[in-house]
């Protein structure tokens, strides 16, 4: 049986020269970071009695500078770091348990970095601790974690919904602002499509048109109308985004959204205020000129007759001074109430501010039609007003008349005449309609 020898796991042609330390530093310089020992003495002197040359490049410092005394080390530290490194150090001492930090340094030509350092203990003969560690640079990784932190942050947090989904539309991820605006739960979301949502209000069409904008242009923003899960339909105002990956190609698409609902009842109640009364909801006179521009289009292309009604309140003064404002406030309503009960739908009633009114009448068979509908408007202002706490006002009304297109073609044109015609009815003794053009009262009320 022939004998074995031994094999030589460490031949000459790699047996470490120049001794142990040179040839840790050549391992070391290999290493992305710094190989260290560092020694607490029992008279709580901090060194480090052995660093890489990368300790340069790492921290700033040769390492002789903190051979014997790590001050200029931890002096660059922010105090906050300093005093947690030196606490777990303290306490890594004690026990003689695996030291591990992360801390701040600030290097002397990249600034504030960040540090990763671990290390084991062993005590020392003379009752000191000494580590044997490794350190590196992990400020980029620490960037990257701390801006995935706040894209976290924001894509819970944010009160916009937002969605992920693949390149076939497939919801990956939904942060809650989705569930809290559509009443789906998460679960319900992934896996599935936006399409859940679909109110049924766009067709077709409306849908390619945004796809093709968000495949070509890379994006599409608009308001869109979707669904809850409780079926009520609600407005969105949704950006899709596209998300193409290194080859170009499509990877994700991000959508976000916000329900609008508020806005757009804002939106529609200052459009409203801006063309109408505040107090009895009539047009004002800017929706008066502009109806009344249209309705002096179509008698134009139709030869059609029109009239435009100016008409005010008799002894309304009377009431605002004996019952006070809001009894006024009351009796304009109930005035617009009534004469919207004598109108037609195609007829336009407004009001120009105070006690004054203004009704425009379109289709007219002759002048007869506009001098009935004033005299029964006359005649119903004259009745008697019922008004809150009991109060019983009485007031009338007087009428001025123009006929369009025979008393103007424009509409200041047409309210001025009316207004004219008005301040003649007043002056015969109130309670009387007048045409532009006539000399002498038609009717007064009895």
Request: proline share 5%.
């Amino acid at each position: 049986m022939s004998e074995h020898k031994p094999i030589d796991m460490a031949p000459d042609a790699v047996r470490p020269k120049g001794g142990v330390r040179d040839y840790l530093a050549k391992i070391a310089a290999t290493l992305p970071g710094t190989v260290y020992a560092f020694r607490l003495a029992p008279d709580g002197t901090l060194s480090i009695p052995y660093a890489a040359p990368s300790l340069t490049e790492l921290c700033g410092f040769a390492p002789a500078t903190v051979e014997a005394d790590a001050a200029p080390l931890l002096a660059a530290m922010p105090e906050d770091d300093r005093a947690r490194l030196l606490a777990s150090m303290h306490a890594s001492a004690e026990r003689l348990t695996m030291w591990e930090q992360h801390f701040r340094l600030q290097h002397p030509t990249k600034g504030l970095i960040w540090i990763a350092a671990c290390a084991t203990p062993e005590r020392a003969s003379d009752g000191g601790t000494v580590w044997h560690g490794f350190a590196r640079d992990v400020t980029g990784s620490r960037r990257d974690d701390e801006a995935r932190r706040l894209a976290a942050a924001v894509f819970n947090n944010t009160q916009e919904g937002v969605v992920i989904t693949d390149p076939d539309g497939r919801i990956l991820a939904a942060n809650p602002s989705v569930s809290a605006i559509t009443g789906y739960d998460r679960d319900e979301l992934l896996g599935n499509t936006m399409r859940l949502l679909r109110s049924g209000r766009h067709d077709q069409a409306f849908y390619d048109s945004m796809w093709e904008a968000v495949r070509t242009v890379g994006y599409w923003q608009g308001e869109i109308w979707n669904r809850r899960k409780n079926g009520e339909i609600y407005p969105e105002l949704l950006t899709i985004s596209t998300v193409r990956d290194e080859q170009g190609e499509i990877a994700n698409y991000v959508g976000s959204f916000s329900d609008i609902t508020l806005w757009k009842r804002s939106q529609q109640r200052l459009e409203h205020l801006a063309h109408h009364d505040a107090l009895t909801g009539l047009p004002n006179r800017l929706m008066l000129l502009t109806r009344l521009e249209h309705a002096l289009s179509r008698a134009r292309r139709d030869k059609g007759l029109g009239a435009v009604l100016f008409l005010d309140l008799d002894r309304f003064k009377q009431v605002n001074d004996t019952l006070g404002h809001p009894a006024g406030d009351a009796l304009l309503i109930a005035v617009a109430n009534r004469l919207r009960e004598r109108l037609r739908d195609a007829d336009t009633l407004a009001r120009l501010g105070g006690d004054e009114f203004v009704i425009v009448l379109e289709q007219l068979s002759d002048r007869d039609r506009a001098a009935a509908l004033a005299k029964e408007l006359i005649a119903r202002l004259s009745e008697p007003f019922e008004l809150p706490g009991g109060h019983i006002a009485r007031i009338g009304a007087s009428v001025g008349i123009s006929l369009f297109p025979a008393d103007g073609i424009l509409p200041d044109e047409l309210i001025r005449h009316a207004d004219a015609a008005l301040y003649i009815s007043k002056q015969s003794g109130r309670g009387t309609y007048r045409f532009y053009r006539d000399a002498a009262p038609v009717m007064k009320s009895t």
